[in-house]
């Protein structure tokens, strides 16, 4: 297992390495002693897991305002998918900004995205599954989003024309969050 810090503070790639034989593979996906080693100390309580079966499904920008907030650890586990997280930190020299990892069933990656940020991913197969563990329990009182397509953040997916929950089509504006809430305070 190899740890990457990415562009935006406090996340981060995971490089899995599995142990192939004739029969298939071994993998470790988590050890804390490793995790503890980068400060990426967590307590999961959730283990989380999302299909979606076309191409060109988005879900998010998903988020929960503290004290609910969530620290996210994610992987594919079939198909491919775009990974974006969102820096909503007000005090965080990177706010506004997002970041993206490719996660797929080949490459075995995980991204580590620390509480304060938006979530979303979309679909680049026909079949694509994601699990995903977080360390807050889900209450629904405390969910937020933030548009996909938001024109102030500027993320490029890889679509123009995506599959989204009616719920999805009508999250606030990059904007609208700052405007309502200037961000998020830890």
Same mark, same amino acid.
């Given at each position: ?6 562009? &935006?503070?406090?996340? *981060? ?16 996906? *988590? ?8 400060? &990426? ?90 699990? *995903?563990?977080?360390?807050?329990? *889900? ?48």
């Amino acid at each position: 297992m190899e740890i990457r810090p990415l562009r &935006l503070p406090g996340t *981060y790639e995971i490089l899995l390495a599995p142990h192939s034989d004739d029969r298939g593979y071994f993998m470790r996906v *988590y050890d804390e002693a490793i995790f503890r080693e980068y400060g &990426l100390q967590t307590s999961w309580v959730q283990e989380n897991q999302s299909r979606s079966e076309k191409k060109g499904v988005i879900r998010g920008l998903h988020f929960q305002f503290p004290p609910y907030a969530e620290t996210k650890l994610v992987r594919a586990v079939k198909g491919l998918v775009l990974d974006v997280f969102v820096d909503l930190r007000r005090n965080s020299s990177t706010f506004g900004e997002w970041d993206s990892v490719e996660l797929s069933e080949e490459n075995k990656k995980v991204v580590f995205i620390p509480r304060g940020f938006a979530h979303g991913f979309c679909a680049l197969t026909e079949v694509s599954e994601v699990v *995903y563990r977080v360390d807050s329990y *889900y209450n629904p009182e405390s969910e937020g989003g933030i548009i996909w397509n938001d024109k102030t953040l500027m993320i490029k997916w890889p679509v123009h024309k995506p599959i989204l929950s009616k719920k999805d089509s009508a999250l606030k504006t990059f904007n609208d969050f700052v405007r309502d809430y200037n961000g998020t305070e830890l």
